[in-house]
């Protein structure tokens, strides 16, 4: 049954995703790709809530299927890596590795937070 749950929530995740980053990629433009910088850390701080939460006495299958399913649908690491891929082919190699180091300090810093707020609900 928890097998399922990843499986449709991992579907609501992409999806989410998918209307998110068509939202961002419209109004957001600039020299580098910010949607996907945004969407990682908003998936970043909601698995650190889920995970928080856990910690305290929250159901250990709600983050499961939420944080595997609907976090790993959600978040986007392999759109992340071609992005970066492409900044560097692009001959912009100095501007993929301080988005990657931004990416990876944001991304980071929104999952304490969450964990930090997570604890807050027990």
Do not use: Y
């Not at 961002?24 to 996907?36: C, D, F």
């Not at 299958?61 to 959600?74: E, Q, S």
């Not at 891929?85 to 180091?101: F, Q």
């Amino acid at each position: 049954m928890i097998a399922l749950g990843v499986a449709v929530f991992g579907g609501l995740g992409a999806g989410a995703r998918f209307m998110l980053d068509g939202f961002l990629t419209e109004r957001v433009h600039g020299p580098v790709p910010l949607a996907t910088l945004i969407i990682n850390t908003l998936g970043s701080l909601l698995l650190g809530v889920l995970t928080g939460w856990i910690a305290v006495g929250g159901p250990v299958d709600v983050k499961t299927i939420a944080g595997v399913g609907f976090c790993g649908g959600f978040t986007t690491f392999s759109t992340a890596s071609v992005e970066l891929a492409r900044l560097v082919r692009t001959g912009r190699k100095p501007t993929a590795i301080e988005l990657g180091t931004v990416r990876l300090i944001v991304c980071l810093m929104a999952g304490m937070a969450g964990v930090a707020l997570g604890g807050l609900l027990g």
